[in-house]
Protein backbone atom coordinates (compact mmCIF):
# COMPACT_ATOMS: atom_id res chain seq x y z
CA UNK A 1 0.00 0.00 0.00
CA UNK A 2 2.77 2.41 1.08
CA UNK A 3 4.41 1.69 -2.27
CA UNK A 4 1.20 2.15 -4.49
CA UNK A 5 0.68 5.45 -2.63
CA UNK A 6 4.25 6.73 -3.41
CA UNK A 7 4.06 5.68 -6.82
CA UNK A 8 0.86 7.60 -7.07
CA UNK A 9 2.50 10.20 -5.41
CA UNK A 10 5.65 10.20 -7.99
CA UNK A 11 3.60 10.09 -11.00
CA UNK A 12 1.24 13.09 -9.72
CA UNK A 13 4.43 15.32 -9.78
CA UNK A 14 5.98 14.69 -12.60
CA UNK A 15 2.19 15.34 -14.20
CA UNK A 16 2.93 18.53 -12.32
CA UNK A 17 6.26 18.97 -13.68
CA UNK A 18 5.50 18.59 -17.04
CA UNK A 19 2.41 20.36 -16.78
CA UNK A 20 5.08 23.10 -15.32
CA UNK A 21 7.67 22.81 -17.87
CA UNK A 22 5.11 22.22 -20.89
CA UNK A 23 2.92 25.60 -20.37
CA UNK A 24 2.67 27.93 -22.14
CA UNK A 25 6.74 29.74 -21.95
CA UNK A 26 4.52 33.14 -21.16
CA UNK A 27 2.90 33.06 -17.78
CA UNK A 28 -0.98 34.50 -17.83
CA UNK A 29 -1.72 36.85 -15.25
CA UNK A 30 -3.14 39.95 -14.38
CA UNK A 31 -2.68 43.38 -12.99
CA UNK A 32 -5.04 46.16 -11.50
CA UNK A 33 -4.33 49.79 -11.64
CA UNK A 34 -5.41 53.49 -10.01
CA UNK A 35 -4.84 56.71 -12.43
CA UNK A 36 -5.10 60.24 -11.73
CA UNK A 37 -4.12 62.68 -14.08
CA UNK A 38 -4.95 65.73 -16.17
CA UNK A 39 -7.80 66.27 -18.82
CA UNK A 40 -8.31 68.89 -21.80
CA UNK A 41 -11.04 69.17 -24.44
CA UNK A 42 -10.67 70.39 -27.72
CA UNK A 43 -13.23 71.52 -30.19
CA UNK A 44 -15.51 74.29 -30.53
CA UNK A 45 -15.08 76.20 -27.76
CA UNK A 46 -10.94 74.90 -27.38
CA UNK A 47 -9.59 75.30 -30.89
CA UNK A 48 -6.91 73.03 -31.49
CA UNK A 49 -4.55 74.97 -33.52
CA UNK A 50 -3.82 76.80 -30.55
CA UNK A 51 -2.46 73.69 -28.63
CA UNK A 52 -0.44 75.12 -25.98
CA UNK A 53 -2.17 77.84 -24.82
CA UNK A 54 -5.95 76.12 -24.97
CA UNK A 55 -4.14 72.82 -23.44
CA UNK A 56 -3.26 75.58 -20.25
CA UNK A 57 -6.04 77.60 -19.90
CA UNK A 58 -8.31 75.00 -19.75
CA UNK A 59 -6.93 71.99 -17.98
CA UNK A 60 -9.31 69.59 -15.30
CA UNK A 61 -8.99 66.44 -14.15
CA UNK A 62 -9.51 62.55 -14.38
CA UNK A 63 -9.32 59.65 -12.44
CA UNK A 64 -9.32 55.98 -13.11
CA UNK A 65 -9.34 52.40 -12.10
CA UNK A 66 -8.77 50.07 -14.43
CA UNK A 67 -7.86 45.88 -14.74
CA UNK A 68 -5.70 44.24 -17.47
CA UNK A 69 -5.04 40.63 -18.21
CA UNK A 70 -1.46 39.92 -19.79
CA UNK A 71 -2.26 37.20 -22.51
CA UNK A 72 1.39 37.17 -24.23
CA UNK A 73 4.41 38.32 -24.23
CA UNK A 74 3.41 41.62 -26.42
CA UNK A 75 -0.38 41.26 -25.96
CA UNK A 76 -2.82 42.37 -23.07
CA UNK A 77 -6.23 43.13 -22.89
CA UNK A 78 -7.70 46.19 -19.97
CA UNK A 79 -10.95 47.12 -19.20
CA UNK A 80 -11.01 50.66 -17.01
CA UNK A 81 -13.37 52.83 -15.79
CA UNK A 82 -12.71 56.81 -15.83
CA UNK A 83 -14.65 59.87 -14.59
CA UNK A 84 -13.04 62.78 -16.45
CA UNK A 85 -13.82 66.75 -16.40
CA UNK A 86 -13.30 68.87 -18.89
CA UNK A 87 -14.69 72.26 -19.42
CA UNK A 88 -14.16 75.36 -22.15
CA UNK A 89 -14.91 78.85 -22.34
CA UNK A 90 -15.58 81.38 -25.19
CA UNK A 91 -14.40 84.08 -23.09
CA UNK A 92 -10.60 83.10 -23.32
CA UNK A 93 -10.81 83.68 -26.89
CA UNK A 94 -11.13 87.80 -26.13
CA UNK A 95 -8.75 89.34 -28.39
CA UNK A 96 -7.45 86.37 -30.25
CA UNK A 97 -7.08 86.93 -34.09
CA UNK A 98 -9.81 85.33 -36.47
CA UNK A 99 -11.47 83.97 -33.29
CA UNK A 100 -13.42 87.16 -32.58
CA UNK A 101 -16.51 85.47 -33.63
CA UNK A 102 -16.20 82.92 -30.86
CA UNK A 103 -15.73 85.29 -28.60
CA UNK A 104 -18.35 87.01 -29.15
CA UNK A 105 -21.19 83.83 -28.72
CA UNK A 106 -19.55 83.70 -25.56
CA UNK A 107 -21.00 80.03 -24.56
CA UNK A 108 -19.00 78.15 -22.23
CA UNK A 109 -19.62 74.67 -20.56
CA UNK A 110 -18.30 71.94 -18.31
CA UNK A 111 -18.74 68.27 -18.59
CA UNK A 112 -18.20 65.10 -16.24
CA UNK A 113 -18.08 62.15 -18.36
CA UNK A 114 -18.11 58.56 -17.19
CA UNK A 115 -16.14 56.41 -19.49
CA UNK A 116 -16.29 52.48 -19.56
CA UNK A 117 -13.28 51.64 -22.04
CA UNK A 118 -12.22 48.14 -23.47
CA UNK A 119 -8.42 48.20 -24.83
CA UNK A 120 -5.81 46.37 -26.41
CA UNK A 121 -2.36 46.93 -25.36
CA UNK A 122 1.01 46.41 -27.38
CA UNK A 123 4.08 46.41 -25.82
CA UNK A 124 6.77 47.56 -27.25
CA UNK A 125 9.21 45.46 -25.57
CA UNK A 126 8.88 41.73 -24.89
CA UNK A 127 7.50 40.88 -21.29
CA UNK A 128 9.30 37.88 -19.49
CA UNK A 129 7.85 34.81 -19.66
CA UNK A 130 7.41 35.29 -15.87
CA UNK A 131 5.82 38.38 -14.35
CA UNK A 132 8.85 39.00 -11.53
CA UNK A 133 11.02 38.70 -14.47
CA UNK A 134 8.92 41.75 -16.65
CA UNK A 135 11.16 44.38 -17.99
CA UNK A 136 12.48 47.16 -15.90
CA UNK A 137 10.86 49.99 -18.37
CA UNK A 138 7.90 48.61 -20.77
CA UNK A 139 6.66 50.91 -22.95
CA UNK A 140 3.36 50.46 -24.75
CA UNK A 141 0.48 51.54 -27.23
CA UNK A 142 -3.24 50.87 -27.14
CA UNK A 143 -6.84 51.16 -29.14
CA UNK A 144 -10.31 50.49 -28.10
CA UNK A 145 -13.61 51.62 -28.17
CA UNK A 146 -15.33 52.94 -25.23
CA UNK A 147 -19.25 53.97 -23.54
CA UNK A 148 -19.96 57.26 -21.98
CA UNK A 149 -22.23 58.88 -20.20
CA UNK A 150 -21.81 63.07 -20.39
CA UNK A 151 -23.92 65.89 -19.27
CA UNK A 152 -22.20 69.34 -20.63
CA UNK A 153 -23.78 72.14 -17.97
CA UNK A 154 -23.16 75.83 -17.93
CA UNK A 155 -23.56 78.88 -15.48
CA UNK A 156 -26.94 81.22 -15.52
CA UNK A 157 -26.55 84.64 -16.29
CA UNK A 158 -26.43 87.11 -13.19
CA UNK A 159 -29.12 89.32 -15.19
CA UNK A 160 -31.32 86.17 -15.50
CA UNK A 161 -34.66 87.29 -13.59
CA UNK A 162 -37.11 84.37 -14.74
CA UNK A 163 -38.00 81.39 -12.05
CA UNK A 164 -36.54 78.23 -14.01
CA UNK A 165 -32.80 78.87 -12.07
CA UNK A 166 -30.74 81.18 -10.17
CA UNK A 167 -28.75 83.38 -11.47
CA UNK A 168 -24.67 81.78 -11.05
CA UNK A 169 -26.74 78.40 -11.10
CA UNK A 170 -25.08 75.21 -13.18
CA UNK A 171 -27.94 74.04 -14.87
CA UNK A 172 -27.89 71.04 -17.66
CA UNK A 173 -27.79 72.14 -21.15
CA UNK A 174 -29.37 69.24 -22.97
CA UNK A 175 -32.98 69.46 -21.37
CA UNK A 176 -33.02 73.61 -22.82
CA UNK A 177 -32.89 72.84 -26.37
CA UNK A 178 -30.00 75.46 -26.95
CA UNK A 179 -30.07 75.43 -30.70
CA UNK A 180 -33.78 75.21 -31.06
CA UNK A 181 -33.40 71.09 -31.17
CA UNK A 182 -37.61 69.77 -31.79
CA UNK A 183 -38.63 73.24 -32.88
CA UNK A 184 -40.67 72.73 -36.41
CA UNK A 185 -38.20 72.82 -39.62
CA UNK A 186 -35.55 72.74 -37.18
CA UNK A 187 -32.10 71.48 -38.79
CA UNK A 188 -30.62 70.36 -35.29
CA UNK A 189 -31.11 67.01 -34.15
CA UNK A 190 -31.34 66.07 -30.08
CA UNK A 191 -28.30 64.59 -29.40
CA UNK A 192 -27.63 61.74 -26.75
CA UNK A 193 -26.36 61.61 -23.16
CA UNK A 194 -25.05 58.09 -23.95
CA UNK A 195 -22.14 58.10 -26.55
CA UNK A 196 -19.20 56.07 -28.02
CA UNK A 197 -15.69 56.77 -28.61
CA UNK A 198 -12.53 55.71 -29.46
CA UNK A 199 -9.60 55.97 -27.23
CA UNK A 200 -5.68 55.80 -28.42
CA UNK A 201 -2.52 56.58 -26.72
CA UNK A 202 0.67 55.68 -25.45
CA UNK A 203 2.18 54.96 -21.74
CA UNK A 204 5.23 53.41 -20.33
CA UNK A 205 5.34 51.12 -17.17
CA UNK A 206 8.50 51.45 -14.59
CA UNK A 207 8.93 48.18 -12.13
CA UNK A 208 9.58 49.33 -8.53
CA UNK A 209 9.65 45.38 -6.72
CA UNK A 210 8.24 42.12 -8.34
CA UNK A 211 4.25 43.49 -7.71
CA UNK A 212 4.21 47.00 -8.55
CA UNK A 213 4.95 49.38 -10.97
CA UNK A 214 4.32 53.52 -11.81
CA UNK A 215 3.22 54.11 -15.34
CA UNK A 216 2.76 57.21 -17.04
CA UNK A 217 -0.23 57.46 -20.11
CA UNK A 218 -1.16 59.64 -22.63
CA UNK A 219 -4.50 59.03 -24.38
CA UNK A 220 -6.78 60.74 -27.06
CA UNK A 221 -10.31 59.92 -26.73
CA UNK A 222 -12.52 60.73 -30.68
CA UNK A 223 -15.77 60.97 -29.88
CA UNK A 224 -18.78 59.89 -31.89
CA UNK A 225 -20.87 63.03 -30.68
CA UNK A 226 -20.04 66.33 -31.43
CA UNK A 227 -22.39 67.81 -28.56
CA UNK A 228 -19.83 67.12 -25.30
CA UNK A 229 -19.74 71.11 -25.52
CA UNK A 230 -23.46 71.22 -26.28
CA UNK A 231 -22.45 73.33 -29.21
CA UNK A 232 -22.92 71.57 -32.81
CA UNK A 233 -24.91 73.01 -34.97
CA UNK A 234 -26.86 76.32 -35.97
CA UNK A 235 -28.42 78.99 -34.42
CA UNK A 236 -32.25 79.12 -34.18
CA UNK A 237 -33.15 82.98 -33.55
CA UNK A 238 -33.94 84.53 -29.93
CA UNK A 239 -37.92 84.53 -30.74
CA UNK A 240 -38.33 81.00 -31.35
CA UNK A 241 -36.14 80.19 -28.55
CA UNK A 242 -37.92 82.33 -26.30
CA UNK A 243 -41.14 79.94 -27.23
CA UNK A 244 -39.14 76.85 -25.35
CA UNK A 245 -38.74 78.98 -22.83
CA UNK A 246 -36.95 82.41 -21.35
CA UNK A 247 -34.05 80.39 -19.88
CA UNK A 248 -33.50 78.22 -23.11
CA UNK A 249 -33.03 81.48 -24.97
CA UNK A 250 -30.81 82.84 -22.77
CA UNK A 251 -28.46 80.16 -22.40
CA UNK A 252 -28.62 79.48 -26.15
CA UNK A 253 -28.28 83.30 -27.17
CA UNK A 254 -25.48 84.64 -24.83
CA UNK A 255 -23.56 86.93 -27.32
CA UNK A 256 -24.81 90.01 -25.15
CA UNK A 257 -24.15 89.02 -21.52
CA UNK A 258 -21.89 92.13 -20.58
CA UNK A 259 -20.78 90.58 -17.75
CA UNK A 260 -19.37 86.70 -18.55
CA UNK A 261 -21.45 84.25 -16.32
CA UNK A 262 -18.15 81.74 -15.99
CA UNK A 263 -15.19 84.54 -15.02
CA UNK A 264 -17.18 87.62 -14.28
CA UNK A 265 -15.21 89.40 -16.62
CA UNK A 266 -16.70 92.73 -17.94
CA UNK A 267 -16.95 92.08 -21.96
CA UNK A 268 -18.98 95.75 -23.11
CA UNK A 269 -15.89 96.96 -24.57
CA UNK A 270 -15.04 94.29 -26.65
CA UNK A 271 -18.69 93.77 -27.86
CA UNK A 272 -18.24 97.29 -28.76
CA UNK A 273 -15.07 96.61 -30.46
CA UNK A 274 -16.72 93.83 -32.81
CA UNK A 275 -19.72 95.86 -33.69
CA UNK A 276 -17.33 98.74 -34.85
CA UNK A 277 -15.45 96.89 -37.22
CA UNK A 278 -17.82 94.25 -38.23
CA UNK A 279 -21.30 96.45 -38.28
CA UNK A 280 -21.29 100.57 -37.51
CA UNK A 281 -18.76 102.30 -35.53
CA UNK A 282 -21.37 104.01 -34.05
CA UNK A 283 -21.65 101.17 -31.83
CA UNK A 284 -18.31 102.34 -30.15
CA UNK A 285 -20.14 104.98 -28.08
CA UNK A 286 -22.19 103.74 -25.19
CA UNK A 287 -23.96 107.01 -25.39
CA UNK A 288 -25.39 107.04 -28.54
CA UNK A 289 -26.09 103.12 -28.55
CA UNK A 290 -26.95 101.36 -25.36
CA UNK A 291 -26.57 97.96 -25.30
CA UNK A 292 -30.38 97.48 -25.48
CA UNK A 293 -29.64 98.99 -29.15
CA UNK A 294 -27.40 95.58 -30.07
CA UNK A 295 -28.45 94.37 -33.37
CA UNK A 296 -29.02 90.52 -34.04
CA UNK A 297 -25.50 88.71 -35.16
CA UNK A 298 -26.82 85.04 -34.90
CA UNK A 299 -29.69 85.34 -37.30
CA UNK A 300 -31.50 82.18 -37.96
CA UNK A 301 -29.59 79.08 -39.68
CA UNK A 302 -26.30 80.62 -38.94
CA UNK A 303 -23.74 78.26 -37.92
CA UNK A 304 -23.12 77.68 -33.98
CA UNK A 305 -19.98 75.56 -34.38
CA UNK A 306 -17.69 77.31 -36.78
CA UNK A 307 -14.48 77.05 -34.17
CA UNK A 308 -13.94 72.93 -35.56
CA UNK A 309 -14.71 70.62 -38.71
CA UNK A 310 -14.38 67.75 -36.26
CA UNK A 311 -16.38 65.89 -33.81
CA UNK A 312 -14.86 66.84 -30.46
CA UNK A 313 -11.88 65.21 -28.60
CA UNK A 314 -10.74 64.98 -25.09
CA UNK A 315 -6.94 63.72 -24.52
CA UNK A 316 -6.40 62.35 -20.73
CA UNK A 317 -2.79 61.91 -19.12
CA UNK A 318 -2.56 59.51 -16.58
CA UNK A 319 0.01 58.65 -13.57
CA UNK A 320 -0.65 55.30 -12.59
CA UNK A 321 -0.23 52.99 -9.89
CA UNK A 322 0.14 49.12 -10.94
CA UNK A 323 -0.31 45.82 -8.89
CA UNK A 324 0.22 42.52 -10.63
CA UNK A 325 -1.39 39.31 -9.25
CA UNK A 326 0.63 36.74 -9.02
CA UNK A 327 -1.05 33.91 -11.10
CA UNK A 328 -1.42 30.04 -9.62
CA UNK A 329 -0.21 27.27 -10.81
CA UNK A 330 -2.96 24.23 -10.67
CA UNK A 331 -1.28 20.58 -10.30
CA UNK A 332 -3.65 17.35 -10.48
CA UNK A 333 -5.71 15.94 -7.38
CA UNK A 334 -4.02 13.19 -6.11
CA UNK A 335 -6.60 10.16 -5.16
Known amino acids: MLIKNLFKILIALCICFQAFSQKKLFEKHSDIA ?19 QSTIDNLRWNISVDYTRHFTPRFSGNIALTWVRIAGDDNKLEGVPLLEKSFMRNTHF ?16 RESDRYQKRAQITPYVFLGFAFFHHNPVARVPASYKGSEASPGEWVS ?17 KYELFAMNFPLGFGVKYKINRKIDVGFEVGIRYNLTDYIDDVGGYYTSYSQMYAISPLSAIMGHREYEL ?20 INPIYSNPNLTPASTFPEIFRQ ?7 SKLNDIYLLTSFRLIYHIAPKIKCPVIL
Open 34 to 52: FGIGTANYYGDLVPINRPV
Open 110 to 125: RNDIQELSFKGIFNLI
Open 173 to 189: LQPLHTEGQGLPGNLNN
Open 259 to 278: IAANTGNNREASIRKYLAEN
Open 301 to 307: GTVRDGA
